[in-house]
C-alpha cells in the first residue's frame, strides 16, 4: 500500500517583490518590475512539495468558493493533491502575503492576511485512518486543539512546523513525534523546540536557521547538518520545501530521521538556487 500524507494549514497566495531598494516610508510610493505571483503557505508548499517528489499528499486547508481562491484549488488539484476545503461555502479571499525581498541585505519583510475560521469549521471527518503521517502548520488556530485530538483518535503520527509560536500550540506539541521549528521559536518562558521536547516529550526535533547548519535531537542525541551556502537567493519558502520534502523522504522512502532532513536539506537548498522551479507553481 501507498503511504498518504495529510498536510494541514493555510494556504496563501504570496506577492513576492524583488528589490535593492528600502521598504517604502508612510505615503511613500515606490515601483518594482521585478515581482511574482505563487501559491504559498507553509501547509500547501509542503502538500506541494511532498507530490512533486512523488509522494501521495492530500491537503485540509481554508480557501473558500470565490473565483480566485477556486483558482488557487485547481494548481494545487493539478498536483494530484485531494483538496478539503474548510472555506466552502463561503466567499472567501484567500490568504494574501506581501513579500518584499531585499536582494542586497538577504532579507525578506513579510506582511500577511490570515483568514479568519469560525471555530465549528473543522469537519473530523476529512482525518481518516487511511492517512499514515500529517504535518500541520499550526496556523489554524482556533481548530488546533479538534485537530490533534482527531488525529490522536485515528492513531496518525503528527509532524509539527513550529515556525513561530502560536496559540494553542501546546495541544499539537503534546501529541507530536516530530517537531522541525525555525530558529525564532520559542516559548513565551523563552524555550526553543530542544527544551520543549522535553516537557511535551517529543522523540525527535530540528532547528534550521536560515541557511545556517540544521541542529538536531534525535534519540537524545545531538547533531548537526551543515547546509551549503548560498549567496543573493530569496530564501522565502525554503522551510516549507525543506518540511514537505522532509515527509516525503521519511515517510515515503522509509530515509531515517538524520538521512531525511539531510536530503530536505538538499532539496531546498536546490530550490532557493532555483527560484521559479517547477517544484511550486510560479503563478496563480
Not at 485515528?154 to 513561530?164: A, E, K, Q, S, T
Not at 507530536?176 to 516529550?201: M, V
Request: glycine content about 6%.
Amino acid at each position: 500500500m501507498a503511504v498518504k500524507g495529510l498536510f494541514i494549514g493555510i494556504t496563501s497566495i504570496d506577492i513576492v517583490y524583488n528589490s535593492s531598494q528600502p521598504l517604502p516610508e508612510e505615503n511613500e510610493k515606490i515601483i518594482i518590475n521585478d515581482f511574482d505571483m505563487k501559491i504559498g503557505g507553509p501547509a500547501a508548499k509542503a502538500a506541494i512539495t511532498c507530490a512533486e517528489l512523488g509522494g501521495d499528499a492530500a491537503l485540509i486547508t481554508c480557501l473558500g468558493d470565490s473565483m480566485l481562491a477556486q483558482s488557487v484549488k485547481s494548481q494545487i488539484e493539478s498536483y494530484s493533491i485531494k483538496v478539503y476545503d474548510l472555506g466552502e461555502g463561503r466567499i472567501n479571499t484567500p490568504n494574501i502575503s506581501c513579500v518584499y525581498v531585499r536582494e542586497d541585505k538577504e532579507s525578506r519583510t513579510i506582511i500577511s492576511g490570515i483568514n479568519k475560521l469560525d471555530s465549528d469549521s473543522f469537519n473530523p471527518a476529512y482525518i481518516t485512518k487511511d492517512f499514515d503521517y500529517c504535518l500541520y502548520d499550526c496556523n489554524l488556530i482556533n481548530l488546533t486543539p479538534n485537530i490533534t485530538s482527531t488525529l490522536e483518535d485515528n492513531n496518525i503520527p503528527l509532524v509539527l512546523d513550529c515556525g513561530n509560536w502560536k496559540a494553542n500550540i501546546e495541544e499539537a506539541l503534546s501529541y507530536s513525534d516530530i517537531a522541525i521549528s525555525s530558529s525564532c521559536f520559542q516559548s513565551p518562558e523563552k524555550k526553543n523546540i530542544f527544551d520543549l521536547s522535553k516537557t511535551y516529550n517529543i522523540n525527535n526535533t530540528a532547528i534550521t536557521r536560515d541557511g545556517d547548519s540544521i541542529l538536531y535531537n534525535y534519540e537524545e542525541k545531538n547533531g548537526e547538518i551543515p547546509v551549503d551556502k548560498v549567496e543573493n537567493c530569496n530564501t522565502s519558502g525554503a522551510g516549507d520545501v525543506l518540511h514537505g520534502a522532509f515527509c516525503y523522504y521519511y515517510y515515503h522512502e522509509k530515509n531515517g530521521y538524520v538521512e531525511a532532513l539531510t536530503n530536505a536539506s538538499k532539496y531546498a537548498t536546490n530550490y532557493i538556487k532555483k527560484p521559479g522551479s517547477r517544484y511550486v507553481p510560479n503563478q496563480v
